[in-house]
């Protein structure tokens, strides 16, 4: 997991930018690309906001030669640091992108809407940098709402597109399928094997123009 954001020390707001002059490499590491949403994400009777950010970064000693990525807000109340132990990393094509999902302040508040910048680092010092703008809400959905009876799912939702999250008894996500209507059958959107080895299922709703997504709670399947 992310380490425990809190506030930036002026210090590292001061140094991020400048210390990519110490690289001594074949070049600093290069942001080419940032993808993030903003979700809100279940949590007892109630919900709480969180970020998703994955960077596609471009090194020229190669990918793995980038060991640091920091996510703060230009506010200075809130950061997060990753690893290669904390981020998760995925390939497509001949892009390397790494990210973390679920970025939350402490206390589970809003998140600061604000410019946020995300930092890469090689071994040999150098930086890299881009940001975004979390714009303050126009308009606002509520959360997709999920039941479950036998093997039919029913969903009521407002947003663009929904996906159908499936778990196993120890809470891994073993499928995702699109969700195209109002209802449907878990065998048929899971697969056999898949809707039997699904113990909870929740639904995803994402707004990709607004950058937007929401969960429902997991939801037994028996």
Request: contains cysteine.
């Amino acid at each position: 997991m992310a380490s425990r954001p809190g506030p930036v020390p002026a210090l590292l707001l001061l140094l991020l930018p400048l210390l990519g002059l110490a690289s001594c490499s074949g070049g600093p590491p290069e942001v080419l690309r940032v993808e993030w949403t903003l979700e809100t994400r279940p949590i007892g009777n109630s919900s709480y906001e969180s970020l998703s950010v994955f960077a596609d970064v471009r090194d020229p000693d190669g990918p793995e030669d980038v060991e640091a990525m920091w996510i703060l807000s230009d506010t200075g109340e809130c950061y997060w640091s990753l690893g290669a132990s904390t981020w998760t990393k995925r390939t497509e094509g001949g892009d390397t992108w790494i990210g973390a999902a679920d970025l939350a302040i402490p206390d589970r508040g809003p998140l600061p809407r604000a410019i946020y910048r995300v930092v890469v680092g090689d071994l040999a010092g150098g930086r890299s940098e881009s940001e975004f703008r979390l714009e303050a809400d126009t308009a606002e959905k509520t959360s997709p709402r999920l039941a479950v009876a036998g093997n039919t799912i029913t969903i009521d939702s407002l947003w663009g597109e929904n996906y159908l999250l499936a778990y196993d008894a120890a809470g891994a996500n073993i499928r995702t399928a699109v969700i195209g209507g109002k209802t449907g059958k878990l065998d048929a959107l899971l697969g056999t094997v898949d809707a039997g080895r699904a113990a909870t299922v929740a639904v995803y709703g994402y707004d990709a123009a607004a950058r937007r997504g929401s969960f429902t709670a997991r939801v037994k399947t028996r």
